[in-house]
């Protein structure tokens, strides 16, 4: 993607972002080959099926570990039920949900991957010297200081940085 100009030219990433088209379309047009298109659609498709699975692989077994199912036929089944009617009557509902959940899932992953952590590690014994709530401090900061920029983001304050490129 480096060599993909940001903008100027018709074979620009915002020249595609204004389109509504993939990120990969100029750069597989500046290639000029058919396997760039190939790898694109590859890399897109592996990229959204190994998520989907590790997602789902563990939201059934913490179903089935959270409401002690049996590890038969009967169990398994009603908890690939569980794990996979719910999102779908809900996207099938709301088409929309699914890119609205994605516009928030920083802020979600702030908190879940940050804070809680940092919060949980600051009862430790281990960490209750300078340098270890030091850390703990910086790594909640930098947490919500990333929610305050999604937040921002979505308020439009952060727009005029990127107009420059849009134009």
């Known amino acids: 993607m480096g060599i993909v100009p940001l903008s100027g030219s018709e074979n620009s990433l ?3 972002f204004n389109e509504g088209a993939p990120s990969t379309k100029p750069l597989v047009q500046l290639i000029n080959h058919p396997i ?17 699975l590790g997602v789902s ?3 059934r077994d ?6 002690k199912m049996k590890s038969g036929k009967k169990g398994r089944l009603m908890a ?13 509902s709301y088409p929309r949900a699914f890119i609205i959940a ?12 940050g804070i809680l ?14 340098f270890g709530r030091s850390l703990l401090i910086t790594i909640i900061l930098g947490s919500l200081f990333a929610i305050v920029l999604e937040f921002l ?6 727009n005029h940085f990127i107009e420059p490129y849009l134009n």
């Open 117 to 130: 952590p940092a919060l949980m590690a600051w009862k430790l014994k281990k960490y209750k010297n300078f």
């Open 102 to 113: 994605l516009q928030y899932a920083g802020l979600f992953v702030a908190i879940l991957l």
């Open 36 to 52: 760039a298109e190939l790898g694109a659609r590859f890399l897109a498709f592996f990229a959204i099926v190994t998520s989907f």
């Open 14 to 16: 915002v020249q595609a």
């Open 62 to 67: 913490f179903l089935r570990d959270g409401l």
């Open 153 to 158: 983001d979505e308020g439009g304050v952060l």
């Open 80 to 92: 690939c039920v569980l794990t996979f009617a719910p999102p779908l009557i809900f996207v099938l």
């Open 57 to 59: 692989l563990s939201l």
